[in-house]
């Protein structure tokens, strides 16, 4: 299984970005994907995730700016960011937690993306 993540860039405050996380590989089922982000110093934390039943859970620093959504058909979920900070700064890391074949056995993991830079700088 691969988690492939796309997305980040460099923005003015105020400014939106889009970050886009690909789920491959031989999955039976996802159960909730999210998106963590990691500031230069500072611990890696939970931005948002959702469940596959459409379940969100965010961050309070971002709630009202950030919204997580999903295409379960194409095993995706989006990130869309508006009304960025400099302090939304960080490596954004996408995650699932997802069940996926092992042989003739499934088996619950929980995989993670490359991460995707956003800087948010004037």
């Known amino acids: 299984v691969q988690l492939q993540a796309f997305g980040g860039g460099s923005v003015q405050p105020g400014g939106s970005l889009r970050l886009s996380c690909a789920a491959s590989?031989?999955?039976?089922?996802?159960?909730?994907m999210g998106w963590y982000r990691q500031a230069p110093g500072k611990q890696r934390e939970l931005v948002a995730s959702i469940s596959s039943r459409g379940s969100t859970n965010y961050a309070d620093s971002v709630k009202g700016r950030f919204t997580i959504s999903g295409d379960n058909a194409k095993n995706t979920k989006y990130l869309q960011i508006n009304s960025l900070k400099p302090e939304d700064t960080a490596v954004y890391f996408c995650?699932?937690?997802?069940?996926?074949?092992?042989?003739?056995?499934?088996?619950?993991?929980?995989?993670w993306g490359q991460g995707t830079q956003v800087t948010v700088s004037s």
């Open positions: 590989g031989s999955i039976f089922s996802i159960h909730t």
């Open positions: 995650n699932a937690d997802l069940t996926d074949y092992a042989g003739t056995y499934l088996r619950r993991q929980v995989y």
